[in-house]
Each structure stands twice: as C-alpha cells, then as structure tokens.
C-alpha cells in the first residue's frame, strides 16, 4: 500500500489544502465589494445548495441568524419544501453547473431575487439568477471540494458582520503542526456540532468519506448521546467542532474513544480535517484528487 506523500495520491487536492491561508486573505480584501451582491441585515433568506454547498450554507444560516440579521433558512436544493417566500435567494455552486440547483433558480428567479456564489464564469446558474458573486480564483481541479467551500464560507462570514480577519492567521497554524491523529490508530470517525458548527461537522464528515472511503458520521453534539454513541470505541475519534457539555464528554470518555474538541475557530479546524482526510487517502492508496464513483458536479440530461 501506498503511504509516502511523494506517490502523487492527492497532489492536487493537497496543494488546495495548503492554499487556503492566501485564498482566505484574497476574498477578506474584497469582501465589501463582493459582499453588495449579497442580503443585508433584515433581509429574510433563504439559501440553497447540494452536498458541500448545502452544509456550507447551513452554517452561514444559523450564523446570520444568530447575529440578528433576519430570517434565514438553509435547503437541499432537492429537498426544498419551504411555502413561504423570501426577501432572497442565495444559491451555492462552485460549478455552476449542477442540475438540481439550476432548475430551481430558474423557478425560483420568477418570483424573488436570486443571487448565486459561483466559482466558474459564465455558467448556467449565472444566466437564471439576478445577480451572482463569482469566486474563480478559489475554484479547484480536484473533485473534492475544500479550498472553495471554506472562501465560499468566508465570503457569507464577512458580509454578516462576522469576525473573519484572524482566519488566514489560524489556518496557517493548522497546516503547520503535526496531524490531529495518526490514520493508523481510528478506522471511525465522528464529528459534532451545535448550531453554526452543525454544517461544518457534516462538512467535515462528508471530506473524509470523499477523500478516503472512511467510515464517519456527524451529529447535532446533545443527540449523540441518543443513540448513536452506541458504535463508540477504542478505534473512533470523536472531533467536537465546538465546545461539548461535561456530561458528553464523559461519556466519550466511557466508550474508550479519543476525543478532540476544537479550540481554535471551527473553519480553521475544517483544515485540520482537510489534512487528515488527504492522509488517510494516502494511507489507503487513494487517489482523492478524482475520488471513485463521483464527479465534479452532478448534471442530470
């Protein structure tokens, strides 16, 4: 099996990872003027995406919220079932390209303002959206995406007012110490959030299923307790993307499983996941620039 960091195994996806710092500080310096496109405060929004892009968006909703900037609700472009309308539409994709979300922008375009976050030029979704935010210098070869959902992230951030400018600084620190955990040691991975941080466990969850095929889940962190605690043991590795109530913690402890608890701001822990991702790929052999069984985007003739 492949495990040396000079087999080429991830060599794009890796480079993305590393990049993030300076795509960070890229977006912060222009994030007044990409943020115009944007809703302001008291805006009701609704925002919408697939996979990464849903999760990401689920982050940025409860965020806006939780700040005071009106009614914001996150949706499965798939899924979405919500009767009300909205002052705003914001829909995520870093192709542009991705049916489901295309379809119903187009729909959605009728009858409210649609804004879309995009990292490729001239796509679909920017000719059935009002106005669109383009993102093309954070746009990645790789399949998995990591670099552009986290700029993507740091854009919605700033336009709510949220407290961005230390985040290159901290990435910088996540890339340059030693791994969160030897691949070697954790064939199960879970990941807990609250609130904000709910979409960024799923995020994290989703990277490592990506990039390595492992075995990993995320929860809301009080409902873990609820069931699904039940597959913890000396072989897990339980990474709480914010702050975990004592009575959690102590029954992770109870199980055998290593716990991690975030302590730097949870995007910046998002590069940490990243790095291991990218490692146990490696370990496994994987190639996750192009992971099996998936695609860049996900276009339906």
């Not at 806006?64 to 914001?72: E, I, M, N, S």
């Not at 040691?185 to 609130?195: A, E, K």
């Amino acid at each position: 099996m492949t495990t040396t960091t000079e087999s080429g195994l991830a060599r794009r996806t890796e480079s993305e990872v590393v990049s993030q710092p300076e795509t960070w500080e890229r977006v912060i310096h222009s994030a007044e003027s990409l943020g115009a496109a944007l809703p302001g405060s008291g805006a009701s929004v609704l925002a919408v995406g697939c996979g990464t892009s849903y999760y990401i968006l689920d982050s940025y909703a409860h965020r806006r919220q939780r700040l005071g900037h009106g009614k914001t609700r996150a949706a499965i472009a798939s899924e979405l079932d919500d009767p009300d309308r909205y002052d705003a539409v914001v829909l995520l994709s870093r192709s542009g390209t991705t049916s489901d979300l295309v379809r119903l922008a187009r729909e959605l375009s009728e009858h409210t303002t649609t804004v879309a976050i995009t990292g490729t030029p001239g796509s679909p979704i920017t000719e059935v959206t009002h106005r669109h935010v383009l993102l093309d210098y954070a746009d990645e070869q790789s399949v998995v995406q990591t670099r552009y959902a986290t700029s993507a992230l740091t854009l919605l951030r700033a336009s709510i007012g949220d407290d961005v400018a230390g985040l290159p600084a901290q990435a910088r620190a996540a890339l340059a110490e030693p791994l969160v955990a030897d691949p070697a040691d954790y064939d199960h991975l879970v990941f807990l959030g609250t609130g904000w941080t709910r979409g960024l466990a799923e995020e994290a969850a989703l990277k490592c299923r990506e990039a390595a095929r492992l075995w990993t889940e995320s929860y809301a962190a009080l409902e873990y307790r609820h069931g699904p605690i039940a597959c913890a043991g000396p072989r897990s590795l339980v990474w709480a993307l914010s702050p975990l109530p004592e009575d959690v913690v102590e029954a992770i402890a109870g199980t055998g499983a290593t716990l991690r608890v975030a302590s730097a701001d949870p995007q910046a822990e998002l590069v940490r996941v990243h790095r291991l991702a990218v490692a146990y790929a490696r370990r496994r052999g994987l190639e996750c620039d192009a992971p099996m069984h998936l695609s860049r985007s996900v276009v339906v003739e």
